[in-house]
């Protein structure tokens, strides 16, 4: 499924264009139910993964590298949650992206080529948060 902005993350995302509202850091997280995002997804239609050694990413604002062209679009270095234990069994359907402050989804996406499933330590999973405009 291709990248998807819920409502919610457009009104905020355009209440940070126009200066209503101060601009917040965002965090990377994991989802583990089979969940479809849509327009009216809010970051409690996620639930987020919790296998041993998962941690929510924040993404920091500098790091970011933004291209501007048609279309414009910003990428981010590719984040790595690994798994410290084995004997889990945790399905992993795709990531979201949150307001680190405001807890608002930003965008979430299924992994196309997923699920995955964490089952041994050291597995991992690789997202590259990457948003476009056109």
Same mark, same amino acid.
């Not at 291209?67 to 981010?76: D, I, L, N, Q, V």
């Given at each position: 499924?291709?990248? %998807?902005?819920?409502?919610? *993350?457009?009104? %905020?995302? $355009? =209440?940070?264009? !126009?200066?209503?509202? !101060?601009? =917040? &850091? !965002?965090?990377?997280? %994991?989802?583990?139910?089979?969940?479809?995002?849509?327009?009216? @997804?809010? &970051?409690?239609?996620?639930?987020?993964?919790?296998?041993? *050694?998962?941690?929510? $990413?924040?993404?920091?604002?500098? +790091? #970011?590298?933004?291209?501007?062209?048609?279309? @414009? /679009?910003?990428?981010? &270095?590719?984040?790595?949650?690994?798994?410290?234990?084995? @004997?889990? @069994?945790?399905?992993? /359907?795709?990531?979201?992206?949150?307001?680190? +402050?405001? *807890?608002?989804? $930003? #965008?979430?996406?299924?992994?196309?080529?997923?699920? /995955?499933?964490i089952v041994n330590n050291g597995d991992a999973i690789k997202v590259?948060? /990457?948003?476009? %405009?056109?």
């Amino acid at each position: 499924m291709a990248l %998807l902005v819920p409502n919610a *993350g457009e009104g %905020l995302m $355009l =209440e940070h264009i !126009v200066g209503k509202t !101060v601009i =917040e &850091a !965002v965090t990377l997280k %994991l989802f583990q139910n089979n969940y479809t995002p849509i327009e009216t @997804s809010a &970051a409690g239609n996620f639930t987020e993964a919790t296998f041993t *050694g998962y941690a929510a $990413l924040p993404l920091t604002g500098a +790091s #970011w590298s933004i291209t501007t062209g048609a279309p @414009s /679009y910003a990428s981010y &270095a590719q984040q790595t949650f690994t798994s410290t234990a084995g @004997s889990q @069994s945790q399905t992993i /359907y795709g990531y979201f992206v949150v307001g680190t +402050s405001s *807890g608002t989804i $930003l #965008w979430a996406e299924l992994f196309t080529d997923g699920p /995955y499933t964490i089952v041994n330590n050291g597995d991992a999973i690789k997202v590259t948060p /990457y948003i476009e %405009l056109a």
